[in-house]
């Protein structure tokens, strides 16, 4: 059974967090460009900041995804090597 967990988190649930890592970041680059291109435009600008709160909040949550995984692999002793 650990292996079969070691595995788990290995083969799918980190790359897939590091996939989603990479795309909040790529999302929160897309929000600051439309914040700074529509320096005239508030609805555009608003629109920006959206854009850049979603991201940092799926950061925030991926962050955690990763800590809890860590917390509970720890807890069994089940090596969580990458």
Not at 19 to 34: D, T
């Amino acid at each position: 059974m650990e292996t079969f967990v070691a595995n788990l988190n290995r083969e799918i649930l980190n790359p897939l967090i590091f996939l989603l890592f990479a795309l909040a970041a790529l999302y929160l680059v897309f929000g600051i460009f439309v914040f700074v291109a529509n320096a005239g435009n508030e609805e555009a600008r608003a629109q920006g900041k959206r854009h850049i709160m979603y991201s940092l909040v799926g950061l925030f949550i991926m962050f955690g995804a990763m800590a809890i995984i860590g917390l509970v692999l720890n807890t069994f002793g089940i090596s969580s090597s990458v």
